[in-house]
T-cell receptor
């Protein structure tokens, strides 16, 4: 069945890099996504990667995809206090629906 | 104004009551979804709809029903609310043929006593 797993918490110092990891089970996923949820708000798309790509970079964000291990990671360079949020990994099943992970709460301390 | 609007934003109710959560969108998307969020469990799909005549069950549809009244409106009902339905509920939309990105409302927090 479809399952997406993430660690629940990550704490980093301001200015350091953050790496949030995700594993998924459905090898037919078309797209994989990272969403950000700030307190009291809905989820917003941060970035996505097409399944035939290994890496995608967008300013401070780097997404790595290892299809063999079904592993997705999000690296945030120079992490700021404004990056504190819950980050959700998601996979697209035939582009019909998204299956979300449990979410990783990132806390950035000064 | 938000593209995806949910009402109510907060609701406290009692066990056994009927509750409706409403969602409306101005994005012109055909696809609409209802998810619930629980701490440590992430988002789980309740129901989704690809057009006005289409309703599909998600992974946790028991105890819920939906109605797609128009392209822009998708409502979620709890016929007889129970305490373990206490959660944050999100409506989302997506466009056909795109990357599958979901656009979320701000959420409806439901507490069942």
């Amino acid at each position: 069945g479809e399952d997406v797993e993430q660690s629940l918490f990550l704490s980093v110092r301001e200015g350091d890099s953050s790496v949030i990891n995700c594993t998924y089970t459905d090898s037919s996923s078309t797209y994989l996504y990272w969403y950000k949820q700030e307190p009291g708000a809905g989820l917003q798309l941060l970035t996505y990667i097409f399944s035939n790509m290994d890496m995608k970079q967008d300013q401070r964000l780097t997404v790595l995809l290892n299809k063999k291990d079904k592993h997705l990671s999000l690296r945030i360079a120079d992490t700021q206090t404004g990056d504190s949020a819950i980050y959700f990994c998601a996979e697209s099943i035939n582009t019909d629906k998204l299956i979300f992970g449990t979410g990783t709460r990132l806390q950035v301390f000064p | 104004d938000a593209d995806v609007t949910q009402t109510p934003r907060n609701r406290i109710t009692k066990t056994g009551k009927r509750i409706m959560l409403e969602c409306s969108q101005t994005k012109g998307h055909d696809r609409m979804y209802w998810y619930r969020q629980d701490p440590g469990l992430g988002l789980r799909l309740i129901y989704y709809s690809f057009d006005v005549k289409d309703i599909n069950k998600g992974e946790i549809s028991d105890g819920y029903s939906v109605s797609r009244q128009a392209q822009a409106k998708f409502s979620l009902s709890l016929e007889s609310a129970i305490p373990n339905q206490t959660a944050l509920y999100f409506c989302a939309t997506s466009d056909v043929g795109d990357t599958g990105e979901l656009f979320f409302g701000e959420g409806s927090r439901l507490t069942v006593l």
